[in-house]
Every structure is written in structure tokens, then in C-alpha cells.
């Protein structure tokens, strides 16, 4: 029997109503992520990148400072760090409203993100493996937890991974997860099922076309379709060229009842949403 979605998250004692889908902004403090747009790396780079996503109506800011491409580089968490820290300070310094979301899987990261920058999500691509001290961390902070499914770590994710069923073998995986987090208290949850990490182009497509599949977990969906190579490999261009497709399988994922959409390009989700919550009412 399928759950009901919450309605609400809770972040700094503001709640987000995903009644309608919500965009999250991609603000990457690294010098190598996949999409070079998308990296900011000055004061001056990411506070205009945060107001151009602000005016063109993101819901939240994810920043990021570990590369997390095929065969990205490890750096240490001094490193990571300096870079996350720096751009939560700026954005909170002029933008106080702003929603802001840490992608880090490390706990010390999260913890000094949220507790000393004002961070109040964390997103973390390793499920909460790449740190066994995460799922604490998580609860002692109470804030919402973005839960993503990777196989492997970003080094290794795409070495031939194989799955038995791929949608069947993540809800499993999201099944001990989520148990685990319920157990410790953990309250807003949002799952995520990776597609782009650990995945073949031909699964990512699977994924997608049996996202409605994922609400049985009765959790917020966010996916992160945003110029990934599933899209720009089938379509033989490169991530630069890949915004129409990107947008072509955001409204995919938003017929399919995904609540969060991931992106580098805030305002063409913002439509797109617009765009399919209105083929929706009626």
C-alpha cells in the first residue's frame, strides 16, 4: 500500500510545502565539477550565482565542495571544507532567507555547516556509507536528510555496475536506510535514487521511467537529471548543449510525482514546473 507524501519539511524552523515541486540550485565551489558553468569559486562568483538563482526562483541552494563526477579526485576535508564554508557565510551574509543545502557526505562537514554557517539540509550521495558517523550527526542536528543510493564512490561508481533489478535492488537498500534514520528519530527524509552514480545510461533511463515506483517509500522524491550524460551521451553533444534534453526529462520526473528537481538552470525548471503543475490540475 502506498503512503502518503509528507507535505511539509521542516528547514530552521521554516517549513517548505512541497505541495507544489521545488527546484534546487546546483552552486558547486570545486574546480572540476563535470558541468564548468557550474562551478563558482570567488566571493564575487558565488554571491551572483546565488542572486541569479534567488531572482530566477530556486527553492533551495545546494552548495558543494567535493567533486563528485566519474573519477573524481578525493581532496581532504580541510580542503572541502574551506570551500563549503566560505560560500554558506556569503550566501547567509546576503541573502539571510535563503534556504541552504550542504552536499557533503562527510559528518564533520555537515555538522560545522549547519551549526556554525547556518546551513539546513544535508544532501549526501553516499547514503550515509561514505561516513558511518552521518546517520548520528543527522540526528543530533534534526534537520532534513537528502538520502541518495550510489554504488560504489565516485572513483569507482561506474566500473560495470550491475544490479538483479535495479528499481527492485534500491528500494531494498532505500528500505534499510530509512529504518535505520526512523529509528534514530530522524523525521524529514528525502530519497534520492542516484541516477548518474553507479548507473549505466540504459538503468538511468530504467529509473526514470519507473520513478513512480519510489513512492511507496511514502518519502519526497528528488532527482538530479541536470545535464548528466545520460542525456548528452545518447543525444552525441557535450554537458554545455544538454539544457533542452535536461529539461525534456525534468518534466518526465515531474509527471512521474517528483517533488524536488536538482539543477544547474533555475529558471527553465521553475517553468517547466509551472508548465506541468498545470497540465496536472486539470
Excluded at 110 to 119: I, K
Excluded at 138 to 145: A, G, S, T, W
Excluded at 149 to 178: C, E
Excluded at 267 to 276: H, N
Aim: with cysteine.
Amino acid at each position: 500500500m502506498f503512503q502518503e507524501k509528507p507535505r511539509y519539511i521542516n528547514t530552521g524552523g521554516r517549513l517548505l510545502d512541497l505541495k507544489v515541486p521545488r527546484v534546487m540550485g546546483i552552486l558547486n565551489t570545486t574546480p572540476d565539477s563535470f558541468y564548468k558553468k557550474s562551478r563558482y569559486n570567488t566571493d564575487g562568483e558565488i554571491v551572483k550565482a546565488a542572486a541569479t538563482m534567488i531572482e530566477d526562483g530556486v527553492d533551495i541552494l545546494d552548495v558543494g565542495g567535493y567533486s563528485s563526477r566519474p573519477g573524481a579526485k578525493d581532496i581532504t576535508i580541510e580542503e572541502e571544507s574551506e570551500r563549503v564554508f566560505r560560500a554558506i557565510r556569503l550566501i547567509n551574509r546576503e541573502f539571510p532567507d535563503a534556504i541552504i543545502s550542504v552536499d557533503t557526505f562527510r559528518a564533520d562537514v555537515a555538522r560545522e555547516a549547519v551549526m556554525d554557517c547556518g546551513a539546513q539540509i544535508i544532501n549526501d550521495i553516499s547514503g550515509g556509507e561514505g561516513d558511518i558517523r552521518m546517520f548520528e550527526t543527522i540526528e543530533k542536528l534534526n534537520v532534513p536528510y537528502i538520502l541518495m543510493h550510489m554504488k560504489g564512490n565516485p572513483s569507482t561508481m561506474q566500473d560495470n555496475p550491475v544490479y538483479d533489478d535495479i528499481v527492485a535492488d534500491i528500494l531494498r537498500w532505500f528500505g534499510g536506510k530509512i529504518f535505520k534514520l526512523r529509528s534514530a528519530g530522524i523525521k524529514d527524509i528525502i530519497i534520492d535514487p542516484g541516477i548518474g552514480f553507479g548507473k549505466t545510461t540504459d538503468q538511468n533511463f530504467e529509473l526514470l521511467r519507473k520513478l513512480s515506483d519510489f513512492s511507496i517509500t511514502g518519502l519526497p522524491l528528488l532527482v538530479g537529471l541536470s545535464r548528466k550524460g545520460m542525456i548528452w551521451k545518447t543525444l552525441n553533444i557535450t554537458p554545455d548543449d544538454a539544457l533542452n534534453g535536461t529539461t525534456a526529462l525534468n518534466a518526465v520526473a515531474l509527471m512521474k510525482g517528483v517533488d524536488i528537481l536538482r539543477v544547474h538552470d533555475v529558471r527553465e525548471a521553475v517553468q517547466t514546473i509551472k508548465l506541468v503543475s498545470k497540465l496536472k490540475e486539470l
